[in-house]
């Protein structure tokens, strides 16, 4: 299994495919993805971060650093969850 952060909410999200899941059979869905955005720049989100992008116009990198300021831990105990302002 592989993963990677997401640039907004820094969860680690699991990307399905690759050796890893050859031989661990594991046949989960990918939880994020690349994304290159109208400016050029290029992001790694989660599908939740993803869902909270404009959807009106093109995002830019703007949005996404928008998106991450308004991006809060819900606890400081070590846990991965992430709530939004």
Do not use: K, Y
């Not at 890893?20 to 050029?40: I, V």
């Amino acid at each position: 299994m592989a993963s990677e952060s997401c640039h907004v909410c820094e969860r680690s999200v699991r990307i399905a495919g690759g050796i890893g899941d050859l031989w661990n059979f594991a046949f989960e869905s990918t939880q994020g993805m690349t994304l290159e955005l109208a400016d050029g720049s290029e992001f790694f989100l989660c599908f939740d971060c993803m869902e909270r992008l404009p959807d009106d116009r093109e995002p830019t990198e703007a949005d996404v650093v928008d998106l991450r300021e308004r991006t809060d831990p819900v606890e400081d105990d070590g846990n991965d969850f992430w709530h939004w302002r």
